[in-house]
């Protein structure tokens, strides 16, 4: 199949990108999408030490303890308008995550300070599942004390590569042997879920490289393994080596792929979608955790975002230093934050897509039962594509879902995509155009959805 496999990663929809100004929302309207339990709280901290070269995520550097402190006190004052919210809509929230940036970056003392804020202004359930994000050079034993009495219970770390020469392209700031270090301590840190991330498809890399890392990193026992394809979007800082002539391999990155899922299930690991591998002996994986940029959720600080119905809202996209700089000025300048300024509103069209997506990409795929009792109509009528990619061998029946066959999983960042309205897909590329970027146009080999 001639084709590009790995178009966009679809860990939600819609893009950021096809967000725009929006008047006469607010927070107030949607107390039903907060009522009760079973929402998510999401802290975003954008402070790291140095930038990754495939990072197009909000994030800043250079912010030291004042100015970390100053976008603490905005993000207290924005709880502090919320709390009413939630004293009116009962809500009880069923996990919290902190991601980033880089939120050990923080010192133990901010660190405390993001939980007791959290704790004071919102109701969290008794067996929430407490996240957070961490890189080696961070990770340090105080830290990782201070989360376990913090109630955290799943610590992500971002390592990439156990190889320095392939760290060093990716541009991160720690070695090998820091990544080491941290991840045994990490793993005798006595918390409930770890796992580690790794990149292939890096210039340089080769399928034995890859595959010695993943296997370097089964032997420190994570719950989980997240192995992500090297994607350099607009704003990167490898975009510009791209530009100078940088070849990113697809077909190698693909055989890379292929040769880790291999390993992992003939040692026992079960695969739920393209990025995520869980160790046997581990629990199932939470449902919190998968519907991470799909489950009903509301953000704090800058740069996150809260899926409230078919409210989806945040601050605008932003991916280079200027703009996230400007963003974060505008975040602490804000006097209102329960009235909604940017975001989009779905119709029940883009709900439809939003559901398919959410769940086809991940075990144990798109439930149809389900959708029937949502939108009162069949998935597959609704979404001829589907019977196509059931010919293709992409899907098939598995109960009452439709799931990826093995050979669709490994396609996931090609065939999500497809999914992607025309109407979304205009407003994506009205933003790129107006920013002076360009995506690769999504492949639609199966004609119109």
């Known amino acids: 199949m001639n084709m590009k496999r790995y178009t966009q990663y679809m860990y939600s929809y819609p893009h950021k990108t096809a967000y725009g100004p929006l008047e006469g929302v607010?927070?107030?309207?949607?107390?039903?999408?907060?009522?009760?339990?079973?929402?998510?709280?999401?802290?975003?901290?954008p402070f790291c030490e140095t930038k990754c070269g495939y990072c197009n995520l909000f994030s800043v550097t250079g912010q030291g303890e004042t100015a970390i402190d100053?976008?603490?006190?905005?993000?207290?004052?924005?709880?502090?308008?919320?709390?009413?919210?939630?004293?009116?809509?009962?809500?009880l929230f069923t996990s919290l995550t902190i991601g980033g940036g880089t939120p050990l970056l923080l010192t133990e003392m901010q660190l405390e300070r993001c939980f007791a804020m959290i704790r004071?202004?919102?109701?969290?359930?008794?067996?929430?599942?407490?996240?957070?994000?961490?890189?080696?050079?961070?990770?340090?034993?105080?830290?990782?004390?201070?989360?376990?009495?913090?109630?955290?219970?799943?610590?992500?770390m971002g390592i990439q590569s156990f190889f320095d020469?392939?760290?060093?392209?990716?541009?991160?700031?720690?070695?090998?042997?820091?990544?080491?270090?941290?991840l045994n301590l990490l793993m005798n840190s006595g918390f409930s879920r770890v796992n580690a991330d790794f990149i292939y498809g890096v210039p340089g890399q080769s399928v034995s490289s890859f595959l010695s890392s993943v296997k370097e990193a089964v032997s420190f026992g994570p719950d989980e393994l997240f192995l992500y394809p090297l994607y350099v979007k607009h704003g990167a800082a490898l975009e510009q080596e791209l530009n100078r002539g940088l070849v990113l391999d697809?077909?190698?990155?693909?055989?890379?792929?292929?040769?880790?899922?291999?390993?992992?299930?003939?040692?026992?690991?079960?695969q739920d979608s393209m990025r995520r591998f869980v160790r046997p002996e581990s629990p199932g994986g939470s449902r919190e955790f998968s519907d991470c940029g799909f489950g009903s959720t509301l953000s704090l600080g800058c740069g996150g975002r809260s899926y409230l119905g078919n409210l989806?809202?945040?601050?605008?996209?932003?991916?280079?230093?200027?703009?996230?700089?400007?963003?974060?000025?505008?975040?602490?300048?804000?006097?209102?934050?329960?009235?909604?300024?940017?975001?989009?509103?779905l119709s029940e069209e883009e709900q439809k897509r939003r559901f398919v997506i959410r769940h086809l990409l991940?075990?144990?795929?798109?439930?149809?039962?389900?959708?029937?009792?949502?939108?009162?109509?069949?998935?597959?009528?609704?979404?001829?594509?589907?019977?196509?990619?059931?010919?293709?061998?992409?899907?098939?029946?598995?109960?009452?879902?439709?799931?990826?066959?093995?050979?669709?999983?490994?396609?996931?960042?090609?065939?999500?995509?497809?999914?992607i309205s025309k109407e979304v897909q205009d407003k994506m590329t009205q933003w790129e155009a107006l920013h002076g970027t360009k995506h690769d146009p999504i492949q639609r080999e199966f004609k119109e959805l």
């Open 70 to 91: 100053r976008y603490l006190d905005t993000v207290e004052r924005q709880l502090r308008q919320y709390e009413p919210l939630f004293a009116s809509a009962k809500s």
């Open 165 to 182: 020469e392939e760290l060093k392209v990716l541009k991160r700031s720690h070695r090998a042997e820091k990544a080491r270090e941290s």
């Open 362 to 419: 991940i075990l144990p795929g798109l439930p149809l039962a389900a959708y029937r009792e949502a939108f009162h109509g069949d998935a597959a009528a609704d979404f001829p594509i589907l019977h196509e990619w059931m010919e293709q061998g992409f899907l098939e029946e598995q109960g009452d879902c439709l799931a990826l066959t093995e050979k669709g999983m490994g396609l996931s960042d090609y065939l999500g995509p497809m999914l």
């Open 26 to 45: 607010t927070l107030n309207q949607y107390l039903p999408d907060l009522a009760g339990p079973g929402h998510g709280l999401y802290l975003h901290l």
């Open 120 to 156: 004071r202004y919102t109701q969290l359930a008794r067996d929430t599942e407490i996240i957070i994000e961490t890189a080696p050079n961070q990770t340090a034993k105080p830290k990782l004390a201070l989360l376990k009495d913090a109630g955290v219970t799943r610590v992500s």
């Open 250 to 270: 697809e077909d190698l990155a693909f055989r890379q792929y292929e040769a880790a899922a291999e390993w992992l299930a003939s040692h026992g690991y079960r």
């Open 312 to 345: 989806h809202s945040c601050t605008p996209y932003a991916v280079t230093r200027e703009s996230c700089l400007e963003q974060l000025v505008q975040y602490e300048e804000t006097t209102d934050f329960c009235t909604v300024t940017h975001g989009i509103l």
